[in-house]
């Protein structure tokens, strides 16, 4: 099928304002090949058999049953609810909070410790030096890890990452040097988290076309029904916006982004390869800025590899990942940005305290994905953080899939049932995923969009992007929408078409 991409940009008669609207006609590509499954994808420790189907990319009908009854199903990547639920115990002589998980989802060996937020420089230093020197003291680790995110039998202590006032290190070691720690530095630490293994929030494989983007630009679902038109109109295209995907990767000469608006601008591990094979990144991408599959096909992706390419990752390699985004964010001022993070874990005060920092202190939107365990979205991380913007997913009858995450931490929700993309096993492959992780990008895409249709030195607050999305979304159209889930649907129709005064956006 042809790409039929139509830009019209109407400048206002006023000098100060200028409004794009940007109409997309978007039947999918016709591929020069295939996307196959080969195996299981590894996440958090285990491998969560994807079925093996083909996703074909071409403009035919779904495979499978009816759409409501698949909405029940989610074949992927969930784990048990009480996986995401910490074990907190305060240490009685030193007060310090110890945080623990189940086998199912700690990392064995390795411990996130957080340091007090008022501690000087100079005691930081001191604090690593001191925490070194005793490690090296006592030996290698007696006991190996089986985990590949550890250093294999020797203790280790990274750096201090600081993201505003937040302040932790990662340390593997023995459960005896911890306490260890624990004991003879409890005037420098608050709490010590068992680090924790990553989820990826996407489903499996199915053939067809996506839908998602035809139902952002309509209020109710009889017009989407009717009309699918297989058009988007949206403010913006863009432009001159930087997403930080925080992920697997992307495979930056994939035709989806094209003179190199995608590319990986830093890896959390060095061993990490500098694509992605796993392809969960390079969807995401493709929701926010491919030029058929997203919403602002002129931004600029960045990708954080956080994730390697067997999907294994972890509660500190995010928080690497999270300090380098926003490090090269502020190295920009000039520059509008948006940052896109499209993966759970159990609840992490700290995962939350550093995405609440990131937007308070530097005024940076977070978007995050609310989850697939059918939970309640604020008992995850980072889907639990007040300050992000958390998406959750509807399908295409507008209701919310059975596995979609909900409760009053979610914010809005966006379509993230069969929603086609980009995938990296191929330059030109496609698939079709589900899961709240397609649903994120979406809104960053909106956001993106949006943010490239205002003039250079207008940068709204994330409060305000927030605020932005709440005026413009469609209210009670969801079914389902869960236990105090906010009933709003991702609408971003060119909101000139509304303000024929400052713009006629023309077909």
């Known amino acids: 099928m042809k790409v039929v991409v139509c830009c019209l940009l109407v400048l206002s008669l006023q000098p100060i304002r200028r409004v794009a609207c940007v109409r997309f006609t978007f039947f999918a590509p016709r591929s020069q090949g295939s996307f196959r ?84 420089e100079s005691r930081v230093k001191s604090h690593l030096t001191s925490v070194r020197s005793s490690l090296k003291q006592r030996g290698p680790l007696i006991a190996k890890a089986r985990s590949p ?42 709490t010590v988290y ?25 209020r109710a679902v009889r017009d989407f029904r009717a009309e699918r038109d297989r058009r988007l109109m949206v403010d913006g295209d863009g432009r001159d916006v930087d997403v930080y995907v925080l992920d697997t990767g992307i495979r930056a000469d994939h035709r989806e982004f094209r003179k190199n608006r995608g590319k990986i601008i830093h890896k959390v591990d060095p061993g990490m390869s500098d694509g992605d094979t796993h392809g969960h990144g390079t969807h995401v991408s493709g929701l926010i800025a491919g030029r058929s599959f997203g919403v602002a096909r002129l931004a600029q992706v960045n990708a954080i590899k956080v994730v390697d390419d067997k999907g294994e990752g972890s509660a500190s390699w995010l928080l690497s990942g999270l300090e380098h985004a926003v490090n090269t964010i502020k190295t920009k001022p000039n520059r509008k940005a948006v940052i896109n993070i499209s993966l759970g874990y159990p609840k992490s005060d700290l995962i939350d305290a550093a995405i609440n920092e990131t937007v308070r202190l530097y005024n940076i939107p977070v978007v995050v994905a609310a989850g697939n365990e059918a939970m309640d979205a604020c008992e995850k991380s980072p889907s639990g953080a007040s300050e992000a913007i958390t998406v959750s997913a509807t399908s295409y009858h507008d209701i919310r899939p059975k596995w979609a995450n ?75 929408a869960g236990k105090g889930s906010p009933n709003r649907l991702l609408y971003v129709k060119c909101s000139s078409l509304q303000e024929p005064q400052t713009c006629n956006c023309m077909a």
């Open 194 to 218: 068992e680090d924790t293994k990553v989820k990826l929030l996407d489903c499996k494989n199915i053939t067809g076309w996506s839908w998602g983007l035809d139902r952002l630009d309509m």
């Open 406 to 480: 909900y409760g009053p931490c979610v914010d809005i929700f966006a379509p993230g049932n069969k929603i086609k993309s980009s995938m990296s096993s191929a330059w030109n492959a496609a698939a079709t995923l589900s899961g709240t992780s397609m649903a994120c990008p979406l809104v960053v895409g909106s956001l993106a969009a949006y943010l490239s249709s205002l003039p250079a030195s207008q940068k709204p607050t994330p409060a305000e992007l927030k605020d932005y999305l709440f005026k413009r979304a469609t209210l009670n159209e969801i079914r389902n």
């Open 149 to 190: 995110l550890l250093a294999l039998g020797q203790p280790k202590v990274d750096n201090v990452i600081t993201i505003g006032r937040v302040k932790f290190y990662v340390m593997e070691a023995s459960p005896e040097d911890m306490e260890n720690i624990v004991r003879t530095k409890k005037a420098d630490v608050t």
């Open 37 to 120: 499954n080969t195996g299981p994808v590894q996440v958090g420790g285990a491998a969560s058999r994807f079925t093996s189907n083909t996703a074909q990319e071409d403009n035919t009908a779904f495979s499978g049953g009816d759409d409501l009854d698949e909405e029940g199903r989610f074949e992927g990547t969930a784990v048990r609810a009480v996986d995401a639920v910490p074990r907190v115990h305060v240490e009685t002589k030193s007060r310090v909070r110890l945080v623990s998980y189940t086998k199912a989802v700690r990392i064995k060996y390795r411990y996130i410790v957080q340091l007090k937020e008022d501690l000087p």
